[in-house]
């Protein structure tokens, strides 16, 4: 009998599934993006083959021809056993999960693996033996390694087991005729198609429910690697935001920390200003009590200061009075002080004589005797011309005396110069008998003129006192063999003597160097540079021989503002050039020269003692230059200075009787020149009162 059950499908081997492709490869090939891509088929389209397979139309197909014509029961039957376990093997293959996917359970190959293979080797036929003996369902499904594991899931899934013996029950009646099958699932027996048809279909059913689970599952196992990724960028962004707070967690850390120091500095600071706020205001208050009692004062103060204004008003009043007193006075003083002067005569001589130098002990010394300070004895020591000779003076200097002796006896011929007279000093003698030494004086022991310029800066600052300033303009001359020469120049240039325009008595010298000395050292400074151009030279009774004569002029000009009057006094210094004997000079024209114009002032003396007429001033430049110091309004001081050795008597004799006879000489009143208010000084009209 034919069976009506539907005779299986040829086997018909797939197209495209000669490799089989794991979910897997896929997930690993996506994330890869390479290897065997171009190999492996999309996974929808391999499911889709695997479902056109499971749910072909079940026609049947046609059975391959050797086999037509052999038994056919046999055959068809044994085909359909092979038919089913090559399609268990393709779908195996097809359908293969990976190794990470959970294995399904198959009660048929696991129950029946053992059991299977004996039947299968008793009931199949030879030809059929190779698939026979392929590994059953379960175990190609599954890991080598899980073998054992699968028995153990056998026995540990009875239920399965149960509902699988009960689909079989209801499907087949074989099934249910073996009611002892609870224990283990009942055998089907290899001719019963109908059975192992619904048995496979049973198996089918549930193969494809787990497959379509699978395949969810796998399509969720897709979209992972791409939570995964976005999972780590998120992580990624997540650890990067992490460490950006932690940052700005540390950064605000530091920023509390900072500010906590600072709020502990900014409390201990206001600690301490509160300290001192509190101090100061203490300070405030007592500030605040001293200055009630400082107004109190104030007041009081102020009270004394009106009296006391009121007192220095009257005072000022009477201060004011005073000083007009003292002008008057003043004034009376220099009326007296010329008084004086004249009284000593406006022309004075001072004799000194000058002691022997150390070098000079060799030397014989006349006999000098002094009867008083004014009179002086001198006696040769030398046969017939022993005799005695007796001079008188204004004052006779003895060889012991200190330049200081001599300027005290010289100062008030400079208090008169300051009250606007003029004054000539000037010193006669032969050469080497101490002129200079008087005059200029040496470094530690200085004369007349340095001592001069002290005491007219002194007297000038207390001058001041009484509203005068004064003002000092200083030129120095040399009289070189009857040639004028400018001391404070080294050019060469024309200089004469002229008559000054407003005053015919009184001369000024043309193109000479005029300093406006303000301070004593200005003044000391230009004398040195005059002492250092001034001609010098050795002669026999000096080795360092002033052989011009040298005259240093000092204006001196005063202004009193508050009364607008102006005095103007002058101060004539002259060293004159020793005289010297012709049988002795070197130089015999420079010689000549200083004894001519020294007799030239002789001479001029002599004639204003005779009261001539004619006073021979111009016969030389000297004596020319002196004219205003001579006979006009002058006061004049003559220095004779006399050498004390026995060689020079006859020169010593007769400075004496020179200087005598000027000491005898009458001259006219010396009158002080004043400006009246409101004229300068460079342009004057001199008045000449007494
Ligand atoms: N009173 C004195 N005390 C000490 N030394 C003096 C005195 N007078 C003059 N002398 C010294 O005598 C020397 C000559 O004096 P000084 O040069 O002044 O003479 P002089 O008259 O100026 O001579 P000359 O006319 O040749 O220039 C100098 O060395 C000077 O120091």
Redesign the pocket.
């Known amino acids: 009998m034919e069976s009506r059950l539907p005779k299986p499908l040829p086997f018909r081997p797939m197209q495209g599934l000669t490799k089989n492709i794991l979910p897997g490869d896929r997930i690993k090939s996506s994330a890869t993006g390479g290897g065997e891509a171009g190999n492996v088929q999309p996974l929808s389209r391999d499911m889709s083959n695997s479902r056109n397979f499971l749910t072909r139309p079940r026609a049947r197909a046609a059975s391959p021809e050797p086999l037509r014509t052999n038994n056919r029961a046999k055959l068809r039957r044994s085909r359909s056993a092979c038919d089913v376990n090559e399609l268990r093997g393709v779908g195996i293959k097809r359908t293969a999960m990976p190794p990470t996917l959970p294995s399904v359970p198959s009660k048929f190959s696991r129950t029946t693996a053992t059991t299977t293979s004996t039947t299968t080797t008793s009931s199949v036929p030879t030809g059929t033996q190779q698939r026979a003996s392929r590994p059953p369902l379960a175990a190609a499904r599954k890991p080598p390694v899980s073998t054992s594991r699968t028995a153990a899931r056998t026995t540990s899934a009875p239920a399965q087991t149960s509902k699988f013996a009960a689909s079989t029950k209801t499907g087949g009646a074989a099934a249910s005729s073996s009611t002892s099958a609870a224990a283990a699932p009942k055998r089907i027996a290899p001719y019963d198609f109908k059975a192992r048809f619904h048995d496979l279909l049973e198996k089918h059913k549930t193969l494809k429910t787990k497959y379509e689970k699978q395949v969810d599952d796998l399509s969720e196992l897709e979209t992972m690697p791409q939570q995964l990724e976005e999972t780590q960028n998120k992580l990624i962004e997540t650890e990067s935001k992490l460490k950006n707070t932690l940052s700005n967690n540390e950064s605000l850390y530091r920023q509390v920390k900072q500010q906590t120091d600072e709020i502990a500095s900014l409390t201990a600071t206001l600690g301490r200003l509160n300290a001192e706020l509190t101090d100061l205001k203490t300070k405030h208050e007592q500030i605040l009590s001293e200055h009630q009692s400082l107004s109190a004062e104030n007041l009081e103060l102020r009270q004394c200061k009106e009296n006391l204004q009121q007192r220095n008003e009257a005072a000022t009043e009477e201060n004011k009075n005073l000083q007009e007193q003292l002008f008057k006075s003043n004034m009376e003083r220099k009326v007296l002080h010329n008084n004086v002067m004249d009284l000593k005569g406006n022309i004075r001589v001072f004799c000194?004589i000058?002691?022997p130098?150390d070098t000079e002990i060799g030397r014989i010394c006349c006999s000098w005797n002094y009867h008083d300070e004014a009179t002086v004895e001198i006696q040769s020591l030398e046969g017939q011309q022993a005799t005695k000779q007796i001079f008188t003076f204004d004052q006779v200097f003895q060889?012991n005396?200190f330049q200081t002796d001599i300027f005290d006896m010289v100062s008030p011929l400079i208090q008169s110069a300051l009250d606007g007279y003029n004054i000539c000093i000037f010193?006669y003698?032969?050469?080497?008998?101490?002129?200079?030494?008087?005059m200029d004086g040496?470094a530690d022991n200085v004369g007349v003129i340095p001592r001069t310029v002290d005491l007219l800066f002194d007297s000038i600052n207390s001058y001041k006192n009484m509203g005068w300033e004064y003002e000092i303009r200083a030129t120095f001359l040399e009289i070189y063999n009857e040639v004028l020469y400018d001391l404070l120049s080294n050019e060469a240039k024309d200089m004469e003597i002229r008559m000054a325009k407003n005053n015919k008595n009184d001369i000024y010298v043309s193109n000479i160097t005029e300093e406006c000395v303000m301070d004593p050292n200005h003044l000391r400074q230009l004398m040195a540079t005059a002492k250092m151009n001034r001609a010098?030279a050795s002669?026999i009774?000096?080795?360092?021989?002033?052989?011009s004569h040298a005259v240093t002029k000092l204006q001196l000009i005063g202004r009193h503002a508050a009364r607008q009057e102006i005095s103007i006094g002058s101060i004539n210094l002259v060293?004159?050039?020793?005289s010297?004997s012709p049988k002795t000079s070197i130089r015999m024209t420079e010689t000549k020269n200083i004894n001519r114009s020294l007799s030239e002032l002789t001479n001029c003396i002599l004639a204003l003692l005779q009261k001539q007429d004619h006073v021979p001033y111009r016969n030389s430049k000297l004596t020319h230059l002196l004219m205003p110091a001579l006979g006009g309004n002058s006061k004049t001081l003559m220095f004779i200075?006399v050498s004390p050795f026995q060689d020079c008597y006859h020169e010593s004799v007769k400075s004496l009787r020179f200087a005598t006879s000027v000491n005898s000489c009458k001259m006219t009143k010396a009158k002080r020149v004043r400006i009246p208010n409101n004229a300068s000084a460079n342009n004057s009209r001199i008045d000449n009162s007494v």
């Open positions: 000194r000058r002691p130098l060889p005396c010193a003698g032969q050469t080497g008998s101490g002129k200079t030494f008087t040496v010098t002669t009774g000096n080795e360092r021989s002033s052989r060293d004159l050039a020793g010297e200075n």
